[in-house]
């Protein structure tokens, strides 16, 4: 699975958690998920549950603790799908 | 500081209609919301009927954001649903997404009886028995929290004055309206959102059909099966839903030209002490009649002057003494008792959004001049007998109508009555 193949679909979970819209427009690797796209930070653990779902890998409390940025999902993401 | 409160706003979830204008023409033609419940069969319970709000989940799409979704349980859809009609209804826009101000002068009393036992029975139980707690997400304590419901509504509308959730069984929806009431007299706050949600769930109805006080002979007749102060009555049928009313300060109403539907002249709440006859489970009916009398104190109205009462009226073996009490504490007998119908034969009893849903439809009565039918007793109780003539069989056109009293009566022995105006 490519980067930007495993990004799409991160960005398809976050978007309903997303409060500036806007921000999602030009979502990249870079785009941080609290302080740019305002998604509640308690609902991170919904996020992460939905990762889990759609792409059948477990991810660990100290796995969320390095995740700031949408390219932070992709790269954990593909470590734990490889 | 005491100060006139009137409402300006109602909005209902109920199992006979979705919103006022509904729910209205529902009660006029004394429409039913009880239907056979699969789920109550499959359970094995005795009583195989409840009433439950058709259609809530396309109206939740309609009104919520997915994220807001996501969180929203069924008493909070029903709450926020209700609130947010009953706000518009009052004449208020609701806030827009990222509109950061805050309404320091609105509140909230919104009550449940039971509380979030859908996401508790469906979701914690079985998730946290099969040691996959993890599962739940973030969304678990805010659904099972007991304030969950007011505090959805709070985020809805922005409300910054006392956002607070009430629990007094089946008394709550008119305690909640106490409480709002009291709040502003008082000067500390202009506007109160008042009610409560319950939601539909055999986990919540299993106790009930348990302890044998739900309707069992009726089940192949469903619309029948909730039979307030008939002689064939057996037990109560369970409903669920949400009633909410804005309660506003008389000053500010007419300061902002809003329509209002109602005044709310008289409020009070007590506690029969389990003393006297009652209990956990019963009132002490001199519980049940000091607090009808304090309701009209505080309204400073003669007992002559009340034309209706929404009663209780559960369909259990209380309803003829419940209707003694109307009676003693009023000191009116069978010649000049006041119309008295029962909203529990239309839609069962919503536990802690019954006296919500029920106020609901006692400032629509007001407004619109009728006392809606109270069905399945056309064999009047023989205790109540007497009293015949002032129950109504079909919808009653009552031109003359001008102060209704409602009251609720829950498991704890507690007790709330209100008594309300017709504005004009």
């Not at chain 2, 239907?35 to 799409?61: I, K, R, T, Y």
């Not at chain 2, 909070?76 to 649903?81: D, F, K, P, W």
């Not at chain 2, 009393?109 to 509380?115: A, E, K, N, W």
């Amino acid at each position: 699975m490519t980067a930007k193949e495993v990004q799409d679909r991160v960005v398809k979970i976050l978007t309903p958690y997303v409060k500036d819209e806007k921000a999602l427009a030009t979502a990249g690797p870079s785009t941080n998920i609290l302080e740019d796209l305002k998604v509640n930070s308690a609902r991170l653990v919904d996020v992460v549950l939905a990762f889990e779902d759609e792409f059948d890998i477990e991810i660990a409390d100290e796995d969320v603790e390095t995740v700031n940025t949408i390219g932070d999902c992709v790269t954990l993401i593909q470590q734990k799908v490889a | 500081m005491s100060r006139r409160v009137v409402i300006t706003g109602l909005g209902v979830i109920s199992p006979n209609g979705n919103g006022v204008a509904e729910f209205e023409l529902a009660l006029r033609k004394g429409k039913s919301g009880l239907a056979l419940q699969p789920s109550m069969v499959e359970a094995g319970f005795n009583c195989h009927v409840a009433a439950v709000p058709q259609g809530v989940d396309a109206l939740a799409q309609a009104a919520f954001r997915e994220e807001e979704l996501l969180a929203m349980n069924t008493s909070h859809r029903y709450a926020a649903l209700a609130a947010l009609e009953a706000w518009q209804d009052a004449g208020f826009t609701r806030p827009e997404a990222g509109d950061d101000r805050v309404d320091w002068d609105s509140g909230a009393v919104l009550g449940t009886g039971i509380g979030g036992m859908d996401t508790i029975a469906e979701r914690v139980v079985p998730l946290v028995n099969a040691k996959r707690s993890k599962r739940l997400g973030s969304t678990a304590v805010e659904q099972v929290m007991a304030s969950g419901i007011s505090a959805r509504v709070s985020g809805v509308l922005a409300l910054g004055n006392q956002v607070t959730t009430n629990s007094s069984a089946c008394a709550t929806g008119v305690e909640a309206v106490a409480e709002g009431t009291w709040r502003i007299r008082a000067g500390r706050a202009e506007r109160m959102l008042c009610g409560g949600a319950e939601v539909p769930s055999p986990y919540i109805w299993a106790g009930f059909d348990a302890m044998r006080v739900l309707s069992r002979k009726f089940n192949d007749q469903p619309e029948k099966a909730s039979r307030p102060m008939s002689a064939s009555a057996g037990g109560f049928i369970p409903g669920c839903g949400s009633g909410v009313l804005v309660l506003e300060s008389l000053d500010s109403a007419l300061a902002r030209g809003a329509r209002i539907r109602a005044e709310v002249l008289g409020v009070a709440t007590n506690c029969g002490g389990h003393r006297g006859g009652g209990s956990m489970t019963s009132p002490n009916p001199t519980g049940v009649q000091r607090c009808i009398q304090a309701a009209l104190a505080d309204a400073a109205l003669e007992p002559a002057r009340i034309d209706a009462i929404s009663g209780h009226l559960t369909a259990t073996g209380a309803d003829p003494k419940e209707v003694a009490s109307w009676s003693r504490a009023l000191g009116r007998g069978p010649a000049d008792f006041p119309v008295i119908t029962s909203t529990k034969s239309l839609i069962g009893h919503a536990l802690g959004a019954a006296g919500a849903i029920e106020s609901v439809a006692a400032v629509l009565m007001l407004e619109g001049g009728f006392v809606h039918a109270s069905r399945n007793c056309e064999d009047v109780h023989p205790e109540i007998e007497p009293f015949a003539a002032s129950i109504p069989h079909e919808t009653r056109a009552v031109p003359g109508l001008s102060v209704m009293m409602k009251a609720g009566f829950g498991f704890g022995d507690v007790n709330a009555a209100l008594v309300l105006r017709k504005w004009q």
